[in-house]
């Protein structure tokens, strides 16, 4: 079977409606990739003028999108896709004699393909994440064997590694690798567990308790699959599940690597979540919000940066015992 791709140019105010109205129009698939290539600044007044901005997209606040965007859609090749687009055009407030340009594309064994751009990641020498279609490396290690299927979290974003790093270095997993004993047998909590990569392995790394919670209940479905592809115990809950019900209580290690406003609304809930003299773990944080993150936390435990890639950090610090 063959495939239609459609490219269409637009500006960030449009991207995102026309991508909804070309899946309504008949489109089987629909993404927005930056038009000029990926180069951007992210908000820097001495990036070069040829760069582009990058908004980075926080659930229930900016739109994900690039100063210049390029729609691309894919249509079977029986579809009307001249019609389909001056739909679209029609639906997003744009002119329906919108200039686009067709290419045609060979069917292929699109899960394949994409499993083939998640290879196994080595976090640390005792810690690898491995896609549940690859063989483990290394065998002895501490594999976390995940498919992410719909859910955020394959260990490939520095947000992820940072927190998986934190875990690693600081939970207890067998004699040789004891970490402080304030930390052995530590009850973990995974506040946007996606994939649930961080929860897993925390089990997995020594940890007592495990929660994770979740926005989106077909992550907690992911997650659930996840821990038993690991033989792991984890209680995965939808974030609107009354707290004492997903036995929240306090944790001894509250981990949540959403984006930076969102963690900044949850600083109370996250901070009642933590024991006093446990530790706060916060990640998709770009360095330039570290100091507004942790303001926000500031009422309850003084964070810091533990680690930093690229653009992003991890910070973490202990919850007060006063507040």
């Not at 180069?39 to 739109?63: I, K, W």
């Not at 004699?97 to 394949?112: E, L």
């Not at 970490?179 to 790394?205: E, T």
Request: overall charge negative; proline content about 5%; hydrophobic content about 45%.
């Amino acid at each position: 079977m063959t495939w239609t791709e459609v490219r269409i140019e637009t500006d960030s105010a449009h991207a995102e409606l026309l991508s909804d109205a070309l899946m309504e129009a008949g489109a089987v698939s629909a993404s927005i990739e930056d038009a000029n290539g990926g180069a951007f600044a992210e908000n820097d007044a001495s990036a070069d003028a040829g760069a582009r901005e990058l908004v980075v997209d926080e659930p229930g606040y900016a739109t994900p999108l690039w100063s210049d965007c390029a729609v691309l859609a894919l249509f079977d090749e029986a579809s009307a896709v001249a019609a389909a687009v001056k739909q679209a055009a029609k639906a997003a407030r744009l002119d329906t004699d919108i200039q686009y340009s067709v290419k045609n594309i060979a069917d292929q064994d699109w899960v394949r393909n994409t499993q083939s751009q998640f290879p196994p990641i080595s976090i640390s020498k005792r810690l690898w994440v491995v896609p549940s279609w690859h063989m483990p490396p290394q065998p002895d290690a501490i594999n976390l064997l995940l498919d992410p299927g719909q859910a955020f979290g394959t260990g490939s974003h520095p947000t992820t590694k940072l927190c998986l790093q934190w875990l690693d270095e600081h939970l207890m997993c067998g004699e040789e690798n004891a970490a402080p004993a304030s930390y052995a047998g530590a009850s973990v909590l995974d506040y946007g567990c996606g994939s649930g990569i961080l929860a897993i392995a925390a089990a997995k790394l020594g940890a007592g308790r495990v929660v994770g919670v979740d926005i989106d209940t077909r992550a907690v479905a992911t997650a659930k699959d996840n821990a038993q592809r690991n033989g792991v115990r984890v209680g995965f809950f939808a974030a609107d599940t009354p707290l004492d019900e997903a036995q929240h209580a306090r944790f001894d290690v509250c981990v949540a690597n959403i984006l930076a406003n969102p963690l900044k609304v949850l600083a109370p809930l996250l901070a009642r979540a933590t024991r006093p003299g446990g530790v706060l773990v916060l990640s998709g944080i770009l360095h330039a919000q570290a100091d507004d993150v942790a303001q926000a936390y500031a009422p309850w435990a003084q964070l810091s940066v533990f680690r930093r890639e690229q653009e992003w950090v991890c910070l973490a610090g202990t919850r007060s015992e006063r507040a």
